[in-house]
């Protein structure tokens, strides 16, 4: 199994947005509010706008957004 690694949060934004259909809704602060709609209903996340975020909350964001650890790496 590939292993997270650190990116920054503007990279997390990008892959969130175009790999998994987020849309940028606003930030508030250094804080980047993402949302989705699906057929469950609205889905969304918070990234923090930082240089590196931590392997931890990285999996805190992912798990809010409700996507796959493995299926992210691919695009990192």
Known sequence: ?????KISGKEC???LCN???FKFIRQSGS???LKRDTE???IGT????HKEIKIGTL???LELAKVDE???EKYT
């Open 40 to 42: 469950e209903g609205k």
């Open 13 to 15: 934004v990008k892959i």
């Open 1 to 5: 199994m590939p292993k997270l690694r």
């Open 46 to 49: 918070v990234v923090p706008n």
């Open 31 to 33: 804080h980047m509010i």
């Open 59 to 61: 999996k805190s964001i």
């Open 70 to 72: 493995v299926e992210f």
């Open 19 to 21: 790999k998994f259909g």
